[in-house]
């Protein structure tokens, strides 16, 4: 079976996830690959700067390529090809004017809109795949290892940092409404505490305020109660080592990604001062993850379903993994469908530990697509044997939160 179109779908609408309780909003991207005899998988990709201009190329590239193609189909995207080109490679000016270059990835790199653009097509294809064989997506990885997901939450931060009672009452919900995991970011704990917007210094107030703030968070917890951090990539070396050091009486899972992402150095020489795992890799791909591995940088992975390349490119960073006796958590900043695709990734994985959520405030991003199972159940994605990954548009939820000049498929 021929893929005979890759189409996108822009939903917008309300982000209720966020720092100090400020109004955001946000798109996302839907991919729906077309097969022949009307059979289609679905996918999603966030909404970054090129993400549509690569999956129009995807389109005027792929169209004509079996739907089996899925490793080459990422693999051209990802790393390119060189001479001898595949049988089906496609060149010059193709439909849509656009130009297929020699060496296939539109941006000549294994990074940025490239992977972001051929993660979502991955998740579509996939799913089309699974459809059409009849067998869940777990199946086309392997097989599943669980039969559900265990997930963490991604809580950011109350309205009122300031407010003990806040952060308590944070914790108190999200430890009695069945999740066993969540996670705060150390760079919004403490922003009443900021001097400097541009050295991201960790002052000792600062440090003061995260410990505060996270011991009313352990408390309301419980001991049994696992919690994690977030840095986002801001802080320096030394900065990062105090920090790590106060907060180890908290016992927590993981500190993520202290240092800039690029130097996996950094985060070796980190990791030798402290007991706490270091947790890496949110916006890595699998060259990435090796690199971190390799260079005994890192305790946890953490990749992404819509950064990394998909979820075959994350079975791929898993194996790696497990043979380096590394667990993999997968970061989550994407909807109900990327997070039922990573769910199908974590339950083919040996060494998967948990999932993370971002919206558990915003009910529209777990409603446009729709399955015969709820999308959490007892802190978990719970897997069926549905064909792909079980899953539908919900039209009246998509049709709402269309954004504007999009129609639905
Ligand atoms: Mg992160």
Request: aromatic residues 8%; charged residues 25%; negative net charge.
């Amino acid at each position: 079976m021929k893929i005979t179109d890759i189409r996108m779908m822009r939903l917008y609408g309300p982000r209720d996830h966020g720092v100090g309780g400020g109004e955001a909003k946000i798109y996302k991207v839907i991919i729906r690959v077309d097969g022949e005899d009307g059979q289609y998988g679905l996918g999603e990709c966030d909404h970054f700067a090129g993400v549509r201009e690569c999956i129009a190329y995807m389109r005027a590239y792929f169209v004509g390529r079996s739907i089996f193609s899925i490793n080459a189909v990422i693999s051209e995207m990802l790393y390119g090809t060189a001479a001898p080109h595949p049988a089906e490679a496609k060149s010059g000016i193709m439909p849509g004017n656009i130009n297929a270059v020699q060496f296939c990835s539109p941006t000549a790199t294994p990074w940025g809109p490239a992977v972001w653009a051929a993660s979502g097509v991955d998740i579509a294809l996939t799913d089309l795949v699974g459809k059409v064989l009849g067998t869940p997506a777990y199946n086309l990885l392997g097989g599943k290892f669980r039969d559900q997901s265990r997930v963490y939450l991604d809580r950011s931060s109350p309205d009122d940092i300031t407010d003990l009672n806040a952060w308590r009452d944070m914790a108190k919900e999200t430890a009695e409404s069945g999740f066993s995991q969540m996670k705060f970011d150390i760079d919004f704990l403490a922003t009443d505490q900021v001097d400097d917007a541009w050295n991201r210094s960790l002052s000792l107030k600062m440090l003061n305020r995260i410990v505060e703030r996270l011991t009313a968070v352990r408390e309301a917890a419980g001991p049994d109660f696992e919690i994690c951090v977030d840095c986002h990539m801001q802080y320096n070396v030394p900065d990062s080592v105090r920090l790590l050091k106060v907060l180890e009486p908290l016992n927590l899972l993981w500190v993520e990604d202290p240092t800039p992402i690029t130097s996996p150095d950094s985060c070796a020489e980190i990791r030798k001062k402290t007991t706490t795992a270091i947790c890496v890799g949110e916006m890595f791909i699998a060259e990435q993850f090796r690199l971190f591995i390799d260079h005994k940088a890192c305790d946890i992975l953490h990749p992404d379903v819509l950064f990394c390349g998909g979820m075959h490119e994350m079975r791929k960073i898993a194996d790696y993994a497990e043979l380096n006796h590394i667990p993999m958590a997968i970061h989550g900043n994407g909807g109900a469908l990327a997070t039922i695709a990573a769910a199908h990734v974590g339950a083919a994985s040996r060494n998967f530990t948990g999932l993370e959520y971002h919206f558990i405030e915003t009910p529209w991003l777990a409603e446009y697509v729709k399955r015969d199972l709820p999308l959490f159940r007892d802190g978990h994605v719970p897997l069926d044997d549905a064909p792909g990954l079980g899953i539908e548009l919900n039209e009246e939820v998509c049709s709402k939160h269309l954004a504007d000049g999009e129609s639905l498929f």
